[in-house]
């Protein structure tokens, strides 16, 4: 475990972000535009009533796919504990300086500079555009158009199931897994622990990086088939939540629905809370 103890250079520019109440002082030399909607409430408003509903003041959350720190931040207003996994060399100098920023929040984080997966070693990271949010162990994505991507670094993995075995479940409030496609074989590798505990998971869903170079009636049958697996890991819970348009979460009666339409029509993907407690 690497606890934060982070060296950055304070330079470059800065601003002030309030998210519900809860402020963040973060670099502003990238990425304006998407600090502009989280300060504007735009960007994810059900990810972060999610963990309002979800962190109990005091406990821990895993932050698993950080990118450059906005969930892990605001999860530790509230958490005593926040363990964030983040493996894009391009993003963590960014993240490492909003850690630094913001010193109070950052004494309850633990940054790990990698990827957990399934297995202790190293991975490939693919993306064209690295340091932006789609950074992924999965060659291909597919959102909006089938493109492969460049493999520009190597990071080092940690085994998800050994790593989480080795913390107290009972005072982990919320587990957020985005790691853009990564999740199909995270979560059925994760099958033993989640049997035996059932922390909050807030999960987003990326179907269209499970596209190869077959037909579409191909990739629509890998992706069903990872989803019915994945699911299957998770049928134990008690209440599913489904992200909606208008920034909040409605009831699911399980997870049927996930395989109702074909997953061109988006049926397979999105953002999703399985709990044992409800999210208002």
Known sequence: MSSLVVHVPAEGPTRAVDIRGRRMVVDASRFGKYWDKV??????????????????????????????GVTALYAAHAAGRVIAFEPDPEAL??????????????????????????????????????????????PVFGYKKTAAQRRFAEAATIDGRRFLEGLDLAKVSLIKIDIEGGEYEMIPH?????????PSLHLSLHPFNLVGSGSAEEDELRQRSATARLIETLAGYRHVWRETGAGGWESLAGTGWLMERPPREGS????????QREVA
Do not use: Q
Not at 45 to 54: C, G, H, R
């Open 39 to 68: 300060a504007g409430g735009t960007w994810e408003p059900a990810t972060f009533t999610a963990f309002d509903e979800l962190i109990e003041p005091g406990g821990t959350v895993v932050d698993v796919g950080a990118w450059i």
């Open 93 to 138: 100098p960014i993240l490492k300086r909003n850690l630094a920023l913001n010193p109070e929040l950052a004494a309850r984080i633990e940054l790990h500079e990698a990827a957990l997966g399934t297995g202790d070693g190293t991975a490939a990271l693919y993306n064209n555009s690295p340091g932006d949010s789609g950074t992924s162990l999965r």
């Open 190 to 198: 994760l099958a033993p622990l989640l049997g035996r505990h059932r």
């Open 268 to 275: 397979l993907g999105g953002a999703l809370v399985f709990s």
